[in-house]
């Protein structure tokens, strides 16, 4: 018989859970030694059931992304520990970043540890943090040349990595060994432990106050409720099955566009979303192994319906059919480190798609690009790698502009300060501001994608994982695309544009040399001719749009 739980009950349990998981985002934040989680907030963290390892609860600062990626994860330790027949104990951390298993790229190691309540494990603490180099062909793993998931780094499966709360010496030193940074990817180990601690020792405070009945019970009526919410969104789009296609520039190495294609059926209180048409793996690395699909899927329709709880039962009501194959659907040894870009673009199909049914609740195309640049080399005999993410803008929707200078859509990844950037890397930065006439005309305007330059001040090596040269983010219901991106760089001191539109290879630069890139703008949504003329003249005022865009 489930325990019966009052309204005020849950909502103080539901509270405090999100504020454990927040305070282990903050934990892990202020630990870390990299500026890609300390400043880029490159990171997530959450509960999950023990016995399933369903989501219970996520911060609400991680990455979405990381949402399916984490209860794969989970679900793979959970899995390995059955197979092997070995019980949780307290102070195990098992640490894994196999995209296969836990989604994602090499770069995302996660966490895993038990919480334990009167001697039992009632609960698992997860995190997710990006590891800055993991040892790959390239300084930083973002390479648009890698054919398989050999050249991208050091791959791991489930280990052990603490036990009794010791952190097994074997296991760190082979993490170091191939590390091109190895204190600071140790530091960066060390806070994402720092940060299951910290949730461990709250989870015990909500448990020695309600008791593990009560809280348990308030675990699955959540979970109840948010599929039962899910339910009614779907309930209240009209039954039908909506279409919308798209296409990656290409893998990297060749130049053949990867064509994108998803259906989304809705009957009744059930949602299908099939990416049946979608092409074949690709020989580079754009990409994605199933549990990223899976995430990308979920993260689109939790920023359409983002008064949902997230949790297990948020997205039982929605069934997925990936092809066998395709490009959505990668096993080893496939290359994966692309997995940004083509899963910004699985965000924006669903939503280009879900438009056409519900224009009020979806949304024009965001920006789809993560457009990671990573330079690096050494100062002073020391190794550095800077690793920036791209800021763009986001697609209108119905009563609202885009976001101008967005984090990609699969996350919370920020763009590092410029302050930081400067003081802890060889480059120096001239420019850093909005990109005018980036964002999509439209009755709404797409957010304005980002521009900057920077002069290297040291011999450095460059590379680029970026896309959307030729497929810019689409406009709906009458609304123009967003800006192309645009990626130049010199060597000695000569101009020069990627044979692959937004993917540089590991190029060699030199002392004064630049990099400029410019990232797209969002989509616009209705007709230009709509807009009302007020906002024409704010959006010249304040340098979004030039004279001659304005028309």
Known sequence: MTLAVDPTTLAVVRGYMDEVVDEMDLVQVKAAFSSIVAEGNDRANGLFRVESGDTVAQGR??????????????????????????????????????????????????????????????????????????????????????????????RLPVMRFARGGEIDPEVLELIRANNRLPDMQEGDLRSQLNALEVGRRRLERLFDRYGAELVMACVSELDL????????????????????????????????????????????????????????????????????????????????????????????????????????????????????????????????????????????????????????????????????????????????????????????????????????????????????NSGGAGRWRGGCGTEYTFTVETDVMLSILGEQATSPPQGVLGGEPGALNDVSYTVDGVWQRPAHGAKVPAVALHAGDKVRRCSPGGGGFGPPEERDPALVERDLALGYVSPSGAD
């Open 225 to 436: 409720r948010s599929e039962r919410l899910m339910e009614d969104r779907i309930a209240a789009i009209p039954d039908g099955t909506y279409t919308a296609s798209d296409h990656l520039d290409d893998d990297g190495i060749s130049e053949r566009p990867i064509h994108l294609q998803v259906a989304i059926t809705v009957e009744g209180r059930g949602m299908t979303i099939d990416f049946e048409g979608t092409d074949p793996l690709c020989e580079g690395p754009m990409n994605l192994a199933l549990p990223t699909t899976v995430s990308a899927c979920y993260t689109s329709l939790k920023h359409t319906f983002p008064d949902i709880p997230i949790n297990a039962g948020c997205f039982r009501p929605v069934t997925l059919r990936v092809p066998s194959g395709s490009v959505l659907a990668a096993e080893p040894p496939h290359a994966v480190g692309g997995y940004s870009d083509v899963a910004g673009h699985v965000i924006a199909l669903i939503s280009l798609a879900l438009v056409q049914a519900v224009p009020e609740v979806a949304g024009a195309a965001a920006f789809q690009t993560g457009g990671v640049s990573v330079t690096s080399g050494q100062v002073d005999g020391h190794p550095f790698v800077a690793t920036f993410p791209y800021g763009g803008g986001y697609g209108a929707t119905y009563g609202s502009d885009g976001l101008i200078g967005g984090t990609n859509i699969i996350g919370m990844a920020r763009f590092p300060s410029i302050e930081m950037t400067e003081h802890e890397f060889p480059i120096l930065w001239d420019r850093f501001g909005i990109r005018e």
């Open 61 to 154: 600062e991680g990455s979405p992304i990381f949402v399916a990626a984490m209860q794969y994860a989970v679900k793979a330790v959970v899995d390995w520990l059955q197979k092997i027949d070995r019980p949780w104990e307290p102070g195990d951390a098992y640490l894994l970043n196999d995209p296969f298993l836990g989604g994602t790229h090499l770069n995302d190691a996660k966490l895993v540890a038990p919480f334990f309540w009167e001697g039992e494990p009632l609960l698992l603490l997860a995190n997710t943090g990006h590891w800055t180099d993991v040892g790959a062909a390239q300084a930083g793993a973002f390479s648009p040349t890698c054919r398989a998931i050999f050249e991208e780094g050091i």
